[in-house]
Nanobody, 116 residues
Framework: QVQLVESGGGLVQPGGSLRLSCTAS????????MGWFRQAPGKEREFVAA????????NYADSVRGRFTISKDNAKNTVYLQMNTLKPEDTAVYYC?????????WGQGTQVTVSS
């Protein structure tokens, strides 16, 4: 079993920044990739960003490219999402996931609210 714990969400004004963290723990033999998704009220969950665990290959949704940066710390099994120039439309619950040899696992989510 793999557990994911996210942190770093909160309330921020438009144009502000937040940094999300997500740490994976439990029985992990190998991580292939970690990523972030988000779900706004009344909308489906959507992809935000992902990073491969070796090779540091990153991928971003068009809506966040150039504003968000995903990074990782392999030794800590932790992925980060630096979010800059936040917009009201970035308001959502942000979920972390991890792809491992034993499957894909999800965190409980952390709320990000962008509002003045």
């Amino acid at each position: 079993q793999v557990q994911l714990v996210e942190s770093g969400g909160g309330l921020v004004q438009p144009g502000g920044s937040l940094r999300l963290s997500c740490t994976a723990s439990g029985i992990i033999f190998r991580i292939y990739a970690m990523g972030w998704f988000r779900q706004a009220p009344g909308k489906e969950r959507e992809f935000v960003a992902a990073i491969s665990w070796s090779g540091d290959i990153t991928n971003y949704a068009d809506s966040v490219r150039g504003r968000f940066t995903i990074s990782k710390d392999n030794a800590k099994n932790t992925v980060y999402l630096q979010m800059n120039t936040l917009k009201p439309e970035d308001t959502a619950v942000y979920y972390c996931n991890v792809h491992t040899t034993t499957g894909t696992f999800w965190g409980q989510g952390t709320q990000v609210t962008v509002s003045s």
